[in-house]
T-cell receptor, first 110, second 114 residues
Framework: AQSVTQLDSQVPVFEEAPVELRCNYSSSVSVYLFWYVQYPNQGLQLLLK??????LVKGINGFEAEFNKSQTSFHLRKPSVHISDTAEYFC????????FGAGTRLTVKP | ETGVTQSPTHLIKTRGQQVTLRCSSQSGHNTVSWYQQALGQGPQFIFQ???????GRGNFPPRFSGLQFPNYSSELNVNALELDDSALYLCASSLGGQSSYEQYFGPGTRLTVT
């Protein structure tokens, strides 16, 4: 069975600083990997996805993620965050169904 | 092109009652997935409908049931509500029943069971 672990429940960071949100997954088969963002009182919005090919994936809003098969990780990064990036971020793995991590609350402080 | 819509936005029910939540998929999408998101948790997969047939189910009891209509809109029905059913229910639509396809989420229905 597939599962996802988001290693940090909360990440506080100052505006314009870099950030990394960590995600590890477990699966015995090849899977697809996703990062979603959820703003307060809203549904989820896709940031980026890895299906195959290049292990560095670029998404919206300046985010990128790197798929590392040997470490079974799919960490999300942004070189310089803005106040508007404050939100909940979810890593997800998909094979027959989509499994989400528990989420990482990113808080960007001025 | 309209996005995924869900109704109602909020709902309060009493334990033991039944509830129906509705979802309209994005134009052109034939697959709808339902998720339960408890407070402070990630979404949990309930089930998926592809071309009006159930196409996968998560670890939820039979009192969670669903339907998909010919226009690909969908309903989630929950019978014999329990306090733990209080959550945000998210609907997502996609094109095709494959797990690689991007899912587009609606804003959710907040269900409170008292």
């Amino acid at each position: 069975a597939q599962s996802v672990t988001q290693l940090d429940s909360q990440v506080p960071v100052f505006e314009e600083a870099p950030v990394e949100l960590r995600c590890n997954y477990s699966s015995s088969v090849s899977v697809y990997l996703f990062w979603y963002v959820q703003y307060p009182n809203q549904g989820l919005q896709l940031l980026l996805k890895y299906l195959s090919g290049s292990t560095l994936v670029k998404g919206i809003n300046g985010f990128e993620a790197e798929f590392n098969k040997s470490q079974t990780s799919f960490h999300l990064r942004k070189p310089s965050v803005h106040i508007s990036d404050t939100a909940e971020y979810f890593c997800a793995v998909s094979f027959n169904d989509m499994r989400f991590g528990a989420g990482t609350r990113l808080t960007v402080k001025p | 092109e309209t996005g995924v819509t869900q109704s109602p936005t909020h709902l309060i029910k009493t334990r033991g009652q039944q509830v129906t939540l509705r979802c309209s998929s994005q134009s052109g999408h034939n697959t709808v997935s339902w998720y339960q998101q408890a407070l402070g948790q990630g979404p949990q997969f309930i089930f998926q409908y592809y071309r009006e047939e159930e196409n996968g189910r998560g670890n939820f009891p039979p009192r969670f049931s669903g339907l998909q209509f010919p226009n690909y809109s969908s309903e989630l029905n929950v019978n014999a509500l329990e306090l733990d059913d209080s959550a945000l229910y998210l609907c997502a639509s996609s094109l095709g029943g494959q797990s690689s396809y991007e899912q587009y989420f609606g804003p959710g229905t907040r269900l409170t069971v008292t």
